[in-house]
């Protein structure tokens, strides 16, 4: 089982930009997907994006895919989320997660691997 730990969250203005860092450890990263997850207060969490093992292939969120950008750098173990132009509404819990499933996709039910999270707060 691969253990992730989240960073990079804190507070921003609107308009601002954070990066977010997914670290592993306990397993090599490069072998699952890896995806990002938000929770918002009171809200179910959502799917962000995902990124494919070798980082070749990503899927995004509709609502996010022209401001977020994930990528991933296996000889460190890491998966990032840049953020740009954060609104109110980015406001919430965010998550890494990973799967040793074969399809790329934003399904939560599809990973078993899951961070213990990064607040985000977005003040407008």
């Known amino acids: 089982q691969v253990l992730l730990v989240e960073s990079g969250g804190g507070l921003v203005q609107a308009g601002g930009s954070l990066r977010l860092s997914c670290v592993a450890s306990?397993?090599?990263?490069?072998?699952?997907?890896v995806g990002w997850f938000r929770q918002a207060p009171g809200k179910e969490r959502e799917s962000l994006a995902a990124?494919?093992?070798?980082?070749?292939?990503?899927v995004y969120e509709v609502s996010v895919k022209d401001r977020f950008t994930i990528s991933r750098d296996n000889a460190k173990n890491t998966v990032s989320l840049q953020m740009n132009n954060l609104k109110s509404e980015d406001t919430g819990v965010y998550y890494c997660?990973?799967?040793?499933?074969?399809?790329?996709?934003?399904?939560?039910?599809?990973?078993?691997?899951w961070g213990q999270g990064t607040q985000v707060t977005v003040s407008s």
């Open positions: 997660a990973a799967t040793d499933r074969h399809e790329l996709g934003l399904r939560k039910d599809l990973y078993d691997n």
């Open positions: 306990g397993r090599t990263l490069s072998t699952y997907l």
């Open positions: 990124i494919s093992r070798s980082g070749q292939s990503t």
